[in-house]
C-alpha cells in the first residue's frame, strides 16, 4: 500500500510521513498490526538502516509501537494525550520558553475556563476542588502536581479537546518548571488560599468573580515564578486594549482592564477621546472601552 520514494526527499523522512499519515487518515486502527520490517522494506524500497530509523521516530512519536517474541511485529499504536504533550514539551525545549510566555498563555485562557465552568460546576464538583486544595496546603512537596490538577478539573468544563489538551500541556510544562526552581513552602500556601477563593466564586456562580481571581492567581504565580528564575515577569498592562466583548447596559462594550490592572495614563486616555472612545467604570471596578457614535460623552 506504500509508494516508494520518488521525490528526492531523504529516505527515513518520507518512510516517516507515508505511515503517519496512514494512521492519522484511520487506515491503521490502535492495534492493527503494519506489514513485517522486511515488507516495509520492499514496499517503500529503502535499506534496513533507513527504515529502522523511520521505525525509530515513529515509535519516539508514539504513532507505533514494536513487539517482541511470539505475536510480536510492528502495531498501530493509540495516540493519547500524554503522548502529544510529551511531544509539544520536546519540541518546545528547544525554543527557550520563559516563564512570562506561560504566564501569557495562562493569563489569557485561564480566566475564560474558569468562566465557563461557572455555569456546570456542581456541589460535587466543588467538594472536589476542596479536597485537592486542601491537599496542596497540607501535602507538600507533593501537591506541586495536585495545585496543578485544580487548573486541569476546571479545564474540563469546556468539554473542547484542543483546551483540555493545552492545559494538560501547561500542566507539564509547569511540572518541570517547579521541580527546576524548587518555589519555598509558602509559595503552596499563596497557592492553596488563591484555589480557595476561586472555589468561594464557583459557590455563588459569580462569572465575574471567578475571573478576576483566576487572572489574579495566574499573575501573582508567574511573578514568583519569574523571579524565582531570575527572568522578566509577564506584563499584563501591555494587553489591557485586548478583552472580550461583554454586555453592559444597553450595548456590548470592550472590557479592556479591572480593580486589578493599572490605570491607563492620562494622555492615552485623552487620546482615546480625541478618537471618540471612553473610559468607564462598570459594576464592580470593571473598566470598559465605550465607542460613542455621537458627540455627546457617555452617561
Do not use: W
Request: charged share 25%; hydrophobic share 40%; aromatic share 8%.
Amino acid at each position: 500500500m506504500f509508494k516508494p520514494n520518488e521525490k528526492g526527499h531523504k529516505v527515513s523522512h518520507y518512510v516517516v510521513e507515508q505511515i503517519r499519515d496512514a494512521i492519522l487518515k484511520g487506515e491503521f486502527k490502535p492495534g492493527d498490526r503494519l506489514a513485517s520490517e522486511r515488507e516495509l522494506i520492499s514496499q517503500f524500497q529503502v535499506s534496513k538502516a533507513s527504515m529502522r530509523e523511520a521505525l525509530r521516530v515513529l515509535e519516539g512519536m508514539g504513532l507505533i509501537e514494536t513487539r517482541k517474541g511470539t505475536g510480536g511485529g510492528i502495531f498501530a499504536a493509540e495516540v493519547n494525550m500524554n503522548t502529544t504533550v510529551h511531544s509539544l514539551t520536546n519540541f518546545l525545549h528547544f525554543k527557550n520558553v520563559s516563564v512570562a510566555d506561560i504566564t501569557a498563555l495562562r493569563y489569557f485562557l485561564e480566566p475564560r475556563l474558569a468562566q465557563i465552568a461557572v455555569s456546570k460546576i456542581t456541589e460535587n464538583d466543588i467538594r472536589i476542588l476542596e479536597i485537592m486544595t486542601n491537599d496542596e496546603v497540607n501535602a507538600y512537596p507533593t501537591k506541586d502536581q495536585r495545585g496543578i490538577g485544580f487548573h486541569y478539573y476546571i479545564a474540563r468544563f469546556s468539554e473542547n479537546p484542543l483546551l483540555i489538551l493545552i492545559m494538560d500541556f501547561i500542566e507539564s510544562l509547569l511540572a518541570d518548571l517547579k521541580i527546576k526552581l524548587n518555589p519555598r513552602p509558602d509559595f503552596y500556601d499563596e497557592v492553596g488560599h488563591d484555589h480557595f477563593k476561586i472555589i468561594e466564586c464557583f459557590r455563588r456562580k459569580d462569572v465575574n468573580g471567578v475571573r478576576k481571581e483566576m487572572a489574579s492567581h495566574v499573575l501573582r504565580v508567574g511573578d514568583y515564578l519569574a523571579k524565582r528564575a531570575g527572568s522578566a515577569p509577564f506584563d499584563a498592562s501591555e494587553f489591557q486594549l485586548v478583552g472580550p466583548t461583554v454586555p453592559t447596559v444597553d450595548r456590548e462594550d470592550q472590557l479592556i482592564g479591572s480593580n486589578h490592572d493599572r490605570p491607563l495614563p492620562l494622555a492615552a486616555q485623552k487620546t482615546l477621546e480625541d478618537l471618540g472612545l471612553f473610559l468607564k467604570h462598570v459594576g464592580n471596578g470593571d473598566l470598559y472601552l465605550i465607542q460613542v457614535k455621537s458627540n455627546q460623552q457617555p452617561e
